[in-house]
């Protein structure tokens, strides 16, 4: 039973820093936009140009980047659940934790 109570925490941490993590950074893109163009972006960009953009504090970016990490925020907590169940030798968790984690990224990548 301590095994699992350990697998909640993490899992809820992993959240609560990825969330976070991405409202800090969307906030941060909102008002860097709104202080130098005076509006938010129109379009989202690609992950590679978001990170060079955000390094150089464009609001486009940072919001792009804070998307992101806020789409990304759920698979980083499958698998820290992953790693938790490993660790607890759950195989069954394991491989269920596998399989969502599989479904989130062909989900990611075959979207049109």
Not at 21 to 39: E, K, Q, R, T, Y
Not at 68 to 88: D, G, N, Q, R
């Amino acid at each position: 039973m301590q095994e699992k109570t350990q697998l909640y925490r993490w899992a809820y941490t992993a959240t609560w820093i990825g969330f976070g993590f991405s409202v800090v950074i969307l906030l941060a893109g909102c008002a860097v936009s709104l202080l130098s163009d005076g509006a938010l972006p129109s379009s989202v960009l690609p992950v590679g140009d978001a990170l060079l953009a955000a390094l150089r504090a464009d609001g486009a970016g940072l919001i792009s980047v804070g998307l992101f990490s806020l789409l990304v925020t759920p698979l980083v907590t499958v698998v820290a659940s992953i790693i938790a169940l490993a660790v607890a030798r759950d195989a069954k968790g394991v491989l269920a934790g596998l399989g969502v984690s599989l479904m989130m990224v062909l989900s990611f990548l075959l979207r049109n």
